[in-house]
């Protein structure tokens, strides 16, 4: 996402937002038209081996279901172990696990432990951890040890409905380290990519997990030792249920504040514009960095071999490096203009357009550029990552666009980092709406109260020559989007951003309480072209809205007539709404 921020003379400021991690799965593949729901199991995912450079992290949350006894307890719930570490005790003093003094009675519980289930160790793995109760209830305290014999301890728990969770380890002697997870795979180990959150301060500083609107599911703890440190320690935990927000009842359907209309589904909008009654075929996961794809079901709609074709999509945004080999052979060619005769062969107003236009240098060089800044003379290729999310190609490297026939207009309105002015995007709305744009996606981020009049009249010109416009919503966490996106009251469409578990993102702006055009898509770790050939990992709703532009793409390849207000109401009314969480 680039922030816009106006000063008093109308300069605007671009700021590259923070990351946000955070992957899993979620019933993706609802059958809008049919009523089934098929979960859709998604895999941690990594690089492509094409893929160089690439730093993803795969932090997962799932909803599993695990078997051992739990116990009741109270609003509060406190254990603590008569093993405490006093003054300088020797290792060999420290007991490897508190004891409870019924035999083979779990300290925490009171039930049965797991070692009379046949498992060795308990508690020192997920598959013996110790199961606690409450969480929901209140705050549950305890006290144990890690360290010289016993590394590690692992703590089971459940949350039945959406939760803030908040964790605390302190206590400590030595150093020791927190891990969240959940098992998402049932294999009773912890995978790569099933870590929720973890806390690993250093020394004796207390670590601290806080983790806003946790689903529901089944959890784990683990407490370990730092180099075999020996230390006794506390741990609290509690999570408080989130309040349910009703929806709001609209013609398009229930209207959520976190979430919008809900996340976008190729499969079910195209589906929605050729009059189906049912669904096409569901196909089996693309694997590797695709996640994004399989969970808006864009491979289903490519095996009726609608790809985007005949369909332009505009990029308004830092431009894009229309050499990238996964984008050359999808980039848009002005048919109206002759390349280098310094005519303005089509009178359109910009001589030599023939792939867009650089609003920032006033030339016909749009692609993304090195700028001098004070973070550096490197690419940062917002643009170029914005439109390989759109229309990347189809072949045997690299990654694939939602739309991987589309042609992609390059619109340079933003430099790569410094100031940007208003004027210079509304510039750029207007040029892609009067050069055919089918679609114009805007990854660009404006203020949070204060509209910009030229950019609204800018969008309405857009609209009503026939372009769709999508536009971020922000990601400062904020309850409704910033303008431009905040106008999707009356025009375009406003993209929030999700996980791979169909969570909203914490940075993600909320759709709010007042009803608009707001869907979701994946935002969070997109794997996505930049300049020089090269691939990186972005996250943000910058990420977001060039998914629901794409499956716009698509609409529009299957029927090229529709308006935009008719895009606009299939792709809010076919969206899904299963799994997510706000």
Known sequence: MLDIKTNPNDRLYLNQQPNANAQSIFPANSDLLNGAIEPLNIPGYSAESSLTNLTASSIDRQTQIADFLVGDAGDIFSFSASDRVTGDVADSQLKPQSQSAIANADPLTGMISASQLNFSDPGNSISTARNIVGVENGSISLSDFVGTGDSNDFYRFDINTKSNFNLRLDGLRADADVNLIQDRNRNGIVDSGEYVDYSQESGITPDVINVPNLAPGTYYVQVSSYLNNSTNYNLSLSATPVPVVPDITTPSGPFNSNYGYGLVNANAAVSSTLNRSSLFPALPDLGGTNWALNV????????????????????????????????????????????????????????????????????????????????????????????????????????????????????????????????????????????????????????????????????????????????????????????????????????????????????????????????????????????????????????????????????????????????EYILTTTANRNGLTG
């Open 296 to 567: 808006i079901n864009a491979p289903e709609v490519w095996n009726q071999n609608i790809t985007g074709n005949g369909i332009v999509v505009a990029v308004v945004d830092t431009g894009v490096d229309y050499t990238h080999p996964d984008l050359d052979g999808n980039i848009w060619q002005n048919a109206g203009e002759i390349a280098g005769n310094g005519i303005d062969d089509d009178r359109n107003g910009y001589i030599d357009d023939i792939r867009g236009w650089d609003f920032v240098s006033n030339d016909n060089d749009p692609r993304d550029q090195i700028d001098n800044n004070p973070i550096g003379n490197d690419f940062y290729g917002h643009g170029t990552h914005v439109a390989g999310s759109i229309a990347a190609e189809r072949n045997d490297f690299g990654i694939t666009g939602v739309a991987p026939n589309a042609k992609i207009m390059p619109v340079r309105v933003l430099p790569a980092f410094g100031s940007g002015e208003w004027n210079n995007v509304a510039a750029g709305i207007r040029y892609a709406a009067d050069n055919g744009a089918n679609v114009i996606n805007l990854s660009i981020l404006g203020d949070e109260l204060v509209p910009s009049n030229v950019v609204n009249n800018a969008i309405q010109y857009a609209n009503n020559k026939g372009s769709v416009v999508f536009m971020a919503a922000g990601n400062s966490g904020d309850i409704q989007p910033v303008y431009p996106a905040r106008n999707a009251d009356r025009l375009g469409i406003a993209v929030g951003s999700i996980d791979v578990r169909g969570r909203m993102a914490d940075s993600s702006n909320r759709a709010g309480s007042r009803p608009l055009d707001y869907l979701v898509a994946p935002g969070v770790e997109i794997v996505s072209t930049i300049p020089d050939d090269d691939y990186n990992v972005e996250s943000g709703t910058s990420m977001a809205t060039p998914q629901v532009a794409g499956v716009a793409a698509l609409v529009l390849s299957a029927n090229p007539t529709l308006t935009p207000a008719q895009v």
